[in-house]
């Protein structure tokens, strides 16, 4: 029995041995490593209430010529280096003049001295221009680049000039760059979901909307009354008070402003500090303009 023992339990050691995971180290890159000749690159802005997104590859100049060289005129480009360019937008937006639906896009263009055309097509994720169809464009703006007096060396796609319902796409390369205004239904968008909120049962927005009517100069009459409400509710918040007298101001009523600028500053040398200082400051700025 003793033998019998002693020649099966080599077998179950082995048997266990086999049957348990082998652990072993994950495998490594061999050889050198490599930049890429033309780093990709992504980000996201906001557009109001819309999220735009872009992914693309930054070729370098690299002591090229870039437009009428490297980049032919009058052909379409893939707007940057290896796969074409994608932007993607959240909700509807007008594309240099052309309504786009929400969704994924390739970014195109057509590169001429006088003349770009900036090209959005449903078909995203194709590698370089090769499979471009125009019937599957959905907007074909024609824009007008303008020089720029230092050379950009690396190829750069940016948002500026936001606002809550437009932004410039600004395409730059070389000694190029060329744009196109993006806008979005933001006012008309926020101005409906105040209206529901109002009417709505619960707490009400009136220091928001006040301020949103304020700053796109809609009715305000309004954005004071709003106003008015916010700061029944808070009445000892001298930041809420003094935009009470950018609004009056604004709206014409110079003695209901000078009031609330004089009892914002009260409130700001009450509070004391870096933030009462700086109240201080900038009701003494509304109280100038008045005069």
């Known amino acids: 029995m003793k033998k019998a023992i002693h020649c099966v339990a080599p077998l179950v050691i082995a048997a266990c041995f086999l049957a348990s995971p082998v652990r072993s180290e994950p495998a490594r890159a061999t050889g050198p490593q490599f930049p890429q000749a033309s780093p990709a690159a992504s980000f996201k802005e906001h557009i109001g209430l819309t999220e735009l997104s872009v992914e693309y590859s930054r070729p370098g100049v690299k002591g090229r010529k870039i437009f009428g060289g490297l980049v032919p005129y009058g052909e379409?480009?893939?707007?940057?280096?290896?796969?074409?360019?994608?932007?993607?937008?959240?909700?509807?937006?007008?594309?240099?003049?052309?309504?786009?639906?929400?969704?994924?896009?390739?970014?195109?263009?057509?590169?001429d001295p006088s003349e770009w055309t900036v090209i959005l097509n449903k078909v995203s994720g194709q590698w370089g221009s090769y499979a471009y169809d125009a019937k599957n464009d959905v907007a074909r703006v024609k824009v007008k680049p303008a020089s720029m007096p230092d050379l950009l060396e690396t190829m750069t796609i940016s948002v500026n000039d936001v606002h809550d319902d437009s932004a410039m796409l600004t395409i730059a390369w070389e000694k190029t760059r060329a744009s196109v205004k993006i806008e979005t239904d933001t006012i008309n968008v926020v101005v409906e979901q105040i209206d529901a909120a109002m009417k709505a049962d619960g707490k009400k927005p009136y220091f928001q909307a006040a301020m949103f009517y304020y700053e796109h100069n809609l009715d305000l009459k309004k954005a004071v009354a709003w106003m008015d409400a916010a700061v029944k509710e808070n009445p000892d918040q001298m930041w809420m008070i003094y935009r009470q007298g950018l609004i009056l101001?604004?709206?014409?009523?110079?003695?209901?402003?000078?009031?609330?600028?004089?009892?914002?500053?009260?409130?700001?040398?009450?509070?004391?500090?870096?933030?009462?200082?700086?109240?201080?400051?900038?009701?003494e700025t509304l109280i100038a303009g008045l005069k």
Do not use: C, H
């Open 76 to 111: 379409v480009w893939r707007t940057g280096a290896n796969a074409a360019t994608k932007i993607s937008f959240n909700t509807d937006v007008n594309f240099g003049g052309t309504a786009v639906p929400p969704g994924d896009y390739a970014l195109f263009t057509i590169p």
């Open 249 to 283: 101001a604004k709206a014409g009523d110079k003695a209901g402003a000078l009031a609330a600028a004089k009892q914002s500053m009260q409130l700001a040398d009450k509070a004391g500090g870096a933030v009462g200082a700086e109240y201080k400051r900038l009701n």
